[in-house]
């Protein structure tokens, strides 16, 4: 049966859930099949898919590409499309036409935007246009340059102030989920109980509702930097570089084809050519 914004919501309290990022129809098909209960198409699709250095060049027509993909893979997985860099910060008109456009062309049933208070405008506007928003708060990657890094958010008195005034901003604007990305988990902690709708931790300890991770982090599909956060549940870029370098050995040293994976012509067709 297919997930919806409220199996999310009535999670809450009673047990965690699960959303991992996917950007193409086999890895949605498998994460489904997996029974995680979301699928996030990330703007981290400019990181892990598309080789840009953050998500800032990641353009709404990327979204709905690959969001159409994994919306065509998930059959039972809730369905939730990043809003990406300046699709939404520069009106209430631009936040709203593309999160219909992202929901018309994609399938998908919600969008996520970053972002506390200063958008709880654009969270209002969109939700009041019959379409559901996942907030995202804390570290929040569009903003890497005023954040002058990847940092954990919210440490001093100061910003774990600001940051729990967001959550509930964000809560109050109509936000159904709220994602909270590299924040200490005390106060992820505190967030979640005074929330009443579901908090989804990246980076933010293990008391949020559910927890959301990008698969190729997870998955070990690349060789490079790993956050902290990440637990590595396979090495698949070993698996991925054996195999290629098994397939570069077979066929320079002609074991690949063997007769196993080539077709056959009877004799007798052969001889009657030329
Ligand atoms: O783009 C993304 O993959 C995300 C997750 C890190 C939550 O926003």
Request: charged share 25%; glycine share 10%; proline share 3%.
């Amino acid at each position: 049966m297919k997930k919806t914004v409220n199996t999310l919501k009535e999670a809450k309290g009673k047990r965690k859930f699960t959303m991992l990022t996917a950007y193409d129809y086999p890895t949605a098909k498998c994460i489904d099949e997996a029974g995680i209960d979301a699928i996030l198409v990330g703007d981290s699709l400019g990181n892990v898919i598309l080789g840009y250095e953050n998500t800032l060049s990641v353009t709404v027509e990327d979204m709905i590409h690959h969001g159409k993909a994994v919306c065509r893979g998930a059959n039972e997985a809730l369905v939730v499309v990043d809003m990406p860099f300046m699709s939404y910060q520069g009106s209430v008109y631009d936040a709203v036409m593309n999160a219909g456009r992202i929901v018309k062309e994609t399938g998908c049933q919600a969008v996520k935007l970053e972002g506390g208070a200063v958008y709880a405008d654009r969270i209002k506007a969109i939700t009041d246009a019959g379409i559901p928003v996942v907030a995202h708060i804390g570290l929040t990657p569009q903003s890497v340059h005023s954040f002058g890094g990847f940092k954990v958010q919210g440490k001093s008195i100061e910003a774990a102030t600001k940051l729990m005034e967001d959550a509930l901003a964000v809560e109050k604007a109509g936000a159904f989920a709220v994602t909270l990305e590299c924040v200490p988990d005390k106060l992820a902690k505190k967030i979640t109980e005074k929330l009443t709708i579901p908090t989804i931790g990246i980076g933010a300890g293990n008391s949020c509702d559910g927890q959301v991770l990008v698969y190729q982090d997870m998955l070990g599909y690349t060789n490079g930097f790993c956050p902290k956060f990440v637990k590595r549940y396979a090495n698949v870029y070993d698996v991925m570089q054996g195999a290629f370098k098994q397939f570069k050995k077979e066929v320079e040293e002609g074991q690949f084809p063997s007769k196993e994976h080539t077709f056959s012509i009877s004799d007798e067709v052969l001889e009657k050519l030329y």
